[in-house]
Every structure is written in structure tokens, then in C-alpha cells.
């Protein structure tokens, strides 16, 4: 994925931790970015007037903890858009959670993710451009248990003081996605679902079925935002991107988009259908 991006407009933020980069998209929104890993992913921190929302937590190899303390005073609250292990990684820095309600969830936090599964998902050498940050070991690296401050329904909002996040059920990556939007600045928060690069269907509880019911439900809300804000690859996205990427999942479906077969970094045999900006992967 091209990262051209930071080179931008966006104004580049100094940090004493080196696994992460840090951009100001706009007044009191920052993405912490981890150029480093083949995920290349976002964590997409909000301040409110009172607080703050934390959008995933990354892979968790850096202390992301520490980066957005040195960005922020505000009390922070991570919101989870799912329970994919390199969207909870640093869950454990943090001390308030927020996670959709939904089985899937409830049985991560309460077990977390074992050294096993970081070590294939996570930390394996064809994910990860060394050297590792200051403090990482490797060795031991897994995800323990962790407490959930707030269970989410659809529809829900936290409310950041000023400003406010709706949690929206879009499962179709994985069955416990929700979307955040944010009315007052017109920014929906799309987690896995909509970005520049390949939006994955094939894990367990994916589905393309259920992703295109979550596109079609966001169309309900497309004259309440503007920009598009990822969990990876590439920050403020245009918002026409949904009815594209709407379309191309269609024709997936009725059968109308060519496909080739691909190898990703995990050994899994993927159907890759690319529509430009974006591809969809299915088994």
C-alpha cells in the first residue's frame, strides 16, 4: 500500500516513541500510524472538551500509551471497532474500555489473545521491519484479559464533552465491527470496512453477505458525514468511497467482478476482486 499520504498537508507530530508515527488531520483529531508493520495500522484518537476516544489500539509492539499522553492530558477511553488482535494490542495500557456488545467480544476480553496466536497474527518476520521499539520483548508478548468499562448497543453514544461517538452495527469483516460517527465534525470512523487496500471477508465470521447490508445501512447516514477515517493504510478518506465500494461488493456477489487467486503473508489462498482504490478478499 502506497503511504504517500504522509508526506501531505497533514502536520507530522514529535514523539518520543519511535514504532509510531504521529499526524494532526484536523484540530483534535490525530492518527498514531505504525508504519513498521505489514498492517500498516491507524489508531484514531478524538478529544473532546472532557475527554478523549482512542480508536483501536493497534498491534500493541509500541507503548501507544505513552505516545498519546504526550499528545493529549485529557482521560482516555479506547473504543474497539472489533476484536481482531491488531486492533486490541495496547488494550492492556489502557484503563477504560468500550466494546460492542456481542459474544465475540465478551469472550476475547475475558481470555484475550495467547503468545501463540500474536506470534503468527502479530510478530511474524514477514510482518514487521525491525528493529523492535525500546522496552519490547517478543518473547512474551500476548494479550491478557482485560476489563470492558462500557458494553456498547447500536446506537449507542459516548459522549466526549462537545462532541459524541454513535456505535453502528457493521458486521460483514468480522461480526462484532461497529462503525463511530461523529455528527459534529462529519467524520465516520469505518474501522476495517472502508479503506485504500483489501477489505477482508474471509476470517472467521466474515461474511460479504453481511458487508453489504452494512454499506447499504451506512448509506442512511451518508448526508451526516464527509470524511471517511480508517483503522489502516491511509487517513480522511473521501466519502464516496462507500457507494463505490458498495458496488464493487455487489458485483462480487451477482458474479460480475473478475477475480485472481493470491498467497497473503499468513498462507491463506484468497480470492482478491480489485476495483482500484480498493480490492475485496473473500475465500
Not at 143 to 151: D, G
Request: hydrophobic residues 35%.
Amino acid at each position: 500500500m502506497k503511504d504517500n499520504w504522509r508526506d501531505s498537508n497533514f502536520k507530522k507530530i514529535s514523539i518520543s516513541e519511535d514504532w509510531f508515527e504521529v499526524y494532526e488531520i484536523t484540530t483534535n483529531l490525530f492518527v498514531f500510524y505504525e508504519p513498521r508493520h505489514y498492517e500498516q495500522t491507524i489508531a484514531n484518537l478524538v478529544i473532546g472538551q472532557q475527554k478523549a476516544a482512542l480508536i483501536d489500539t493497534g498491534c500493541g509492539i509500541g507503548n501507544l500509551r505513552k505516545a498519546v499522553e504526550e499528545v493529549t492530558d485529557k482521560p482516555v477511553v479506547v473504543i474497539n471497532t472489533h476484536t481482531h488482535p491488531d486492533h486490541l494490542g495496547s488494550n492492556r495500557q489502557f484503563d477504560e474500555i468500550a466494546m460492542y456488545d456481542h459474544p465475540l467480544s465478551h469472550r476475547v476480553a475475558a481470555r484475550g489473545v495467547s503468545h501463540q496466536i500474536m506470534q503468527t497474527e502479530i510478530l511474524a518476520e514477514s510482518l514487521v521491519i525491525k528493529p523492535w521499539p525500546r522496552g519490547f520483548d517478543p518473547s512474551s508478548f500476548a494479550l491478557p484479559s482485560f476489563e470492558v468499562s462500557h458494553w456498547l448497543r447500536d446506537g449507542d453514544r459516548l459522549s466526549l464533552g462537545g462532541r459524541d461517538l454513535e456505535a453502528i452495527h457493521t458486521p460483514g469483516e468480522a461480526a462484532d465491527h461497529i462503525c463511530l460517527l461523529d455528527r459534529a465534525d462529519r467524520i465516520l470512523f469505518c474501522g476495517d470496512i472502508l479503506l485504500h487496500g483489501p477489505v477482508w471477508t474471509h476470517l472467521e465470521g466474515g461474511s460479504l453477505k453481511d458487508l453489504i447490508t452494512s454499506y447499504r445501512r451506512l448509506m442512511g447516514y451518508f448526508d451526516d458525514f464527509d470524511h471517511l477515517m480508517p483503522s489502516h493504510n491511509e487517513p480522511w478518506l473521501d466519502k464516496d468511497l462507500l457507494p463505490e465500494t458498495l458496488a464493487g461488493a455487489e458485483k462480487v456477489v451477482s458474479g460480475q467482478a473478475e477475480s485472481r487467486e493470491i498467497i497473503d503473508p499468513w498462507n491463506r489462498r484468497l480470492r482478491q476482486y480489485s476495483f482500484g482504490r480498493f480490492e475485496i478478499l473473500t475465500n
